[in-house]
């Protein structure tokens, strides 16, 4: 009769529990309470510029930006734009976002980068897709 091995068994589950920790270990970045709480941060922050009411200036903002490895905001641009005014102010909101919780990868803190849509539209006027 053949004897168990109870060291395969404890290797082969060391290696399952570490694999299962470093899959669980990575993650995105994510704004602090998630996405509903950043749906809320933009929608207390942003302010439709005066001038683009004026003249009607609605649309989608696409604005990149890296999440550092301490949650910090950099690189702020526009990826693509509507107008110089609310592009500006898109860009603005992003700068002031409190830090974000950096993403993981492999245990570690990593930068990241991200494009964040920012939908300006004025309650008389439909948003073409």
């Not at 470093?22 to 995105?28: I, L, M, N």
């Not at 996405?35 to 604005?63: C, R, W």
């Not at 950099?74 to 974000?100: F, T």
Request: hydrophobic share 45%.
């Amino acid at each position: 009769m053949k004897r168990f091995n109870w060291k395969t068994v404890w290797a082969f589950f060391a290696f399952v529990c570490c694999a299962a920790f470093s899959f669980a270990s990575d993650r995105a970045a994510s704004f602090p309470g998630g996405n509903d709480a950043l749906a809320s941060y933009l929608q207390t922050n942003v302010t439709y510029p005066e001038s683009a009411m004026k003249n009607n200036e609605i649309g989608k903002v696409f604005v990149s930006f890296v999440v550092e490895k301490d949650g910090s905001i950099q690189n702020v641009k526009v990826e693509k734009g509507v107008s110089s005014i609310l592009d500006e102010e898109a860009m603005r909101v992003v700068r002031n976002m409190p830090k974000w919780i950096p993403a993981m990868k492999d245990g570690k803190e990593v930068r990241t980068s991200l494009t964040l849509p920012i939908v300006f539209h004025l309650p008389n006027k439909v948003l073409e897709k």
